[in-house]
């Protein structure tokens, strides 16, 4: 294993970290091949790209960083506090402390935060054979009491990475918080992209699927798809929406691409927000501030993707944990599942005596479908290519409903069920 705290670039099997100075900071950049991330440890530890073939995923405010992620001629990237006002959102993805309030303690009370969120995060670079990881430390923010550590790794040939975030209490007495990961990504004018916007999938608990939040000019409209699926589309509102039903999964889909986020979801933990274990926040451009939401004034069309760990009481010295699993792929509409290996754009089915999906995968390999008991041969679907789809229409041979469907490397192993099927008719 290699570690490197200085600039010098780390290189692995297929993974390379290098740290580059621009301007006032530095970027750490994280390449895996298809994928690659960069990071400003700088500002609150910020992911601020994530490119896919050079398709940047994450909005950026182009007010504020040009495009090399260097600020403007008259920004300074230092640390702020006060009102909302006056908060630099620099955008990307990023890690905060929920409950958010101004009420009292037990909230917290930003952004801006001139620690957690816009304070310098420490760095440490390691390399071992195809893994690539950055862990960004923040320093101890007085208010909460917390540290925060995001622990990024990526693999060589991957479209998908974790990003593991820890509140640590650091202070002298008992605190309660939950981890509040935030993914800030481009919206699209309504209608523009009809496919486009959020999809959650949901476990059917009995919890509410939604919950209002913030009505800043009216509160997102969600709806359920025909799969089992809540979407919000891109819309023009300046509002937040929360899912206490969340089954531990959520996807973005935009022009440049699809995005999708896997978590763990504690069913009888409680949760920040009424229970929300995800919450999906939009803006767009308004000519004048909202003065109930501290003077923010939104400019561009930005949609939140928000996944939050539940409300944990932590005792001195004590952490809470969220990891996220984060992948990016091709739009091909809209996404009915996410798995470890990829999502799915129509999930595999047996239809009109035809077998047929659309998976898009995180790295390469090959998609079977097997029967689940009894004989039959198996039934290759097509090739895997990470963050192209896979899209197949072909005979199912003895297969039936309930068969499951494989995705392997390319060498064989690493076999891991991503579906089943189901059985439709098509209605023409």
């Not at 699927?209 to 969600?222: F, Q």
């Not at 041979?397 to 490397?409: H, S």
Request: charged share 20%.
């Amino acid at each position: 294993m290699t570690e490197r705290t200085n600039d010098q670039a780390l290189r692995g099997d297929g993974v390379e970290v290098v740290r580059s100075p621009v301007g006032p900071y530095e970027l750490v950049r994280l390449d895996a091949g298809p994928i690659q991330l960069t990071a400003v440890p700088a500002l609150g530890g910020r992911i601020l790209s994530l490119t896919l073939h050079g398709r940047e995923f994450l909005y950026r405010n182009s007010r504020l960083l040009d495009e090399s992620l260097r600020p403007r001629p008259g920004i300074q990237p230092v640390p702020q506090d006060g009102p909302m006002s006056a908060w630099l959102n620099w955008g990307g993805d990023k890690t905060w402390p929920a409950p958010q309030g101004w009420d009292g303690p037990g909230q917290w009370a930003g952004p801006p935060d001139p620690v957690l969120d816009s304070g310098p995060y420490g760095l440490r670079l390691t390399v071992e054979g195809r893994t690539a990881q950055a862990v960004m430390t923040s320093g101890v923010e007085p208010r909460t009491g917390l540290r925060i550590e995001r622990r990024i790794r990526v693999t060589a040939g991957r479209t998908a990475f974790t990003l593991e975030n820890t509140l640590t209490n650091a202070s002298d007495r008992p605190r309660r918080w939950a981890v509040w990961n935030v993914t800030q990504l481009a919206g699209t004018a309504p209608g523009s992209y009809p496919a486009g916007g959020v999809y959650v999938g949901t476990a059917g608990s009995g919890r509410p699927e939604t919950v209002g939040l913030i009505a800043g000019t009216g509160r997102p409209h969600v709806h359920r798809t025909s799969h089992g699926v809540l979407h919000v589309p891109h819309q023009d509102v300046v509002g937040k929406v929360g899912f206490p039903d969340a089954a531990g999964w959520l996807a973005h889909v935009a022009p440049q691409g699809t995005l999708t986020q896997r978590f763990e979801v504690s069913p009888a933990a409680r949760y920040p927000d009424a229970d929300s274990r995800v919450e999906v926040w939009l803006e767009h451009p308004l000519h004048a501030p909202l003065e109930h939401l501290g003077g923010l004034q939104p400019l561009d069309r930005v949609v939140e993707c928000e996944v939050l760990g539940p409300l944990q009481e932590l005792a001195p010295g004590q952490s809470t944990r969220v990891t996220v699993e984060i992948g990016v792929g091709a739009a091909v509409g809209p996404v009915e599942a996410a798995t470890s290996w990829g999502f799915w754009s129509k999930l595999p089915r047996l239809e009109d005596g035809r077998l047929v999906g659309v998976f898009v995968p995180f790295r390469c390999g090959f998609l079977t479908a097997r029967p689940s008991r009894g004989g039959g041969e198996p039934v290759r679907c097509g090739t895997l290519v990470a963050g192209e789809a896979c899209a197949f229409d072909t005979r199912p041979g003895r297969l039936a409903a309930g068969a499951m469907v494989i995705a392997l490397a390319p060498d064989g192993s690493d076999a891991t069920t991503v579906g089943s099927l189901d059985t439709q008719q098509s209605k023409g």
